[in-house]
């Protein structure tokens, strides 16, 4: 896990190569992906990503959390290369084969709970939520659905029905599933009741029993409440911790199946395998997706095997567990437990305990919080109002850039710190002497 590569601009940004690409790019590519900077990715190795015009950025993004292991970790390559010489595809939905078998079985013994479990295998993050939503209809007999203001579960029209995190994303759409009702997200450093955590004793639990199982949709009718154990797309919200045990007895207080969203937050990105284990809940469906096959397309719906117990046909997919996908789950599990866990674990509070720092002498970051290696900091105009600073977030990632870092933000007014589960302490040093100078920079002087 040593850094052997420093972040190296060598050319204007967009550099020639890049130029021409996206020009092509322009034309011919649905242009409803949100490209955020203007160059072309060539390459990428451990926590670094080159351009085409050899320009070198250390990874904060790890392709929106999806390269867990590092990008390109050679065991992972070395896993399927293996199985795309022995066989691509062979169509789990109509045939068995060894790979999806072995996952699953691996995938029962690590999610939390001592039950038998079985899971679903999709190809991305919106499919798994897509299988999670069947499997409530399916198996309650229900058909509504409690989310929250702020979550992001996907952009098909079942999930669609269930995200609102940005206005862009549902405008244009209606109608979708019907029957979702969203509920206030714990976002304690911008309580929507003005209230203050822990002397608010979570009133905004009791609002869900009181208001809206009992009044806005009956709880006897709701069949699953969608939950982010961390908001991700919404800004890297992070609930108290004894929030999601209190929401889990009102689910079964009411028959609800509670359905944690694991996409973003789980598969050690927190520094367990779940991050829903940090608040001591067993879920009913775990949904995941991006880190689990460290990049191959692949997702899962896992359940309770009495849960999932649909008959067959009642749904499948052609390419859902792809033995290369599969194969590439296995290794990316397996470098997981035997080093990342503990990695995520150490190096997220080294990050966690930096940004703090940093953020003492700050005038613009409002808020620091996350768990492991999937970190928030919120860009706000002055720390004592709060006003959120959408624009100099924007600023601060386009300076990193122009500097060598490549992250995200997320929520309207948040940066995201989301490195792979491998990153060592050299390559974090390096990204965080970038993002530090390109803070400060930006508070000096914002460039509108
Ligand atoms: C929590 C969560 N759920 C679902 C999704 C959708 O995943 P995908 O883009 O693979 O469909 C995402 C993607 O960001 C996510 O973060």
Redesign the pocket.
């Known amino acids: 896990m040593s850094s052997v590569y420093s972040a190296k601009i060598v050319t204007e940004l967009p550099g020639p190569k890049s130029r021409k690409l996206i020009e092509n790019d322009e034309q011919f590519v649905s242009q409803s992906y949100t490209r955020v900077f203007p160059t072309v990715l060539d390459r990428a190795e451990g926590s670094y990503v080159w351009d085409v015009d050899g320009n070198c950025f250390v990874d904060f993004h790890a392709g ?2 999806v390269c867990s292991t590092g990008n390109v970790h050679p065991k992972v390559l070395a896993a399927i290369k293996t199985q795309a010489e022995k066989g691509i595809h062979f169509a789990s939905a109509d045939f068995y084969h060894e790979m999806v078998g072995r996952l699953a079985a691996k995938l029962a013994d690590i999610v939390p709970g001592d039950g038998h479990k079985r899971t679903f295998f999709t190809n ?6 897509e299988a999670a939503i069947k499997l409530a209809k399916y198996s309650t007999g229900r058909s509504r659905f409690l989310a929250y203001v702020g979550c ?4 098909t029209m079942g ?1 669609l029905a269930l995200t609102c995190s940005s206005r862009v994303q549902r405008t244009g759409f209606h109608p979708m599933m019907p029957g979702v009702t969203h509920v206030f997200y714990p976002y304690c450093y911008r309580c929507p009741i003005n209230l203050e955590y822990p002397s608010c004793n979570l009133q905004c639990v009791d609002m869900v029993e009181d208001i809206y199982l009992k009044q806005v949709c009956p709880g006897e009718e709701v069949a699953a409440f969608f939950v ?1 154990p961390i908001q ?2 919404g800004g890297y919200v992070v609930p108290p911790d004894d929030y999601f045990g209190r929401i889990k007895e009102i689910c079964e207080k009411y028959g609800i199946l509670f359905v944690s ?1 694991e ?3 789980g598969m050690g990105r927190t520094g367990k395998w779940f991050c829903i284990e940090h608040y001591g809940v067993e879920p009913d469906v775990i ?1 995941s ?2 880190g689990i096959a460290s990049g191959m397309p692949l ?1 899962a719906a896992i359940a309770s095997s009495e849960l999932m117990s649909w008959e067959p046909g009642a749904h499948s997919s052609t390419f859902g567990g792809n033995p290369v996908s599969c194969a590439a789950a296995l290794a990316t599990l397996d470098i997981i437990e035997n080093e990342l866990l503990a990695n995520a674990q150490k190096m997220g509070d080294y990050l966690m305990s930096r940004l703090r720092d940093f953020q003492k002498d700050s005038e613009i970051i409002g808020d620091v919080r996350g768990k492991g290696l999937m970190i928030g900091m919120e860009v706000v105009k002055d720390r004592e109002t709060k006003e959120r600073a959408p624009e100099l977030a924007n600023e601060i990632i386009m300076e990193c850039f122009r500097h060598g870092l490549m992250m995200l933000t997320c929520g309207p007014n948040s940066l995201r710190v989301l490195p792979p589960l491998s990153i060592s302490k050299e390559a974090i040093d390096q990204g965080l002497d970038i993002l530090f100078e390109s803070i400060r920079t930006i508070e000096k002087e914002p460039r509108k």
């Open positions: 929106i959390g991305s993050g919106t499919e798994s939520v992001f579960h996907g952009r999930s982010e991700g797309e969203d996409i973003q937050a949904t997706a991006k997702g």
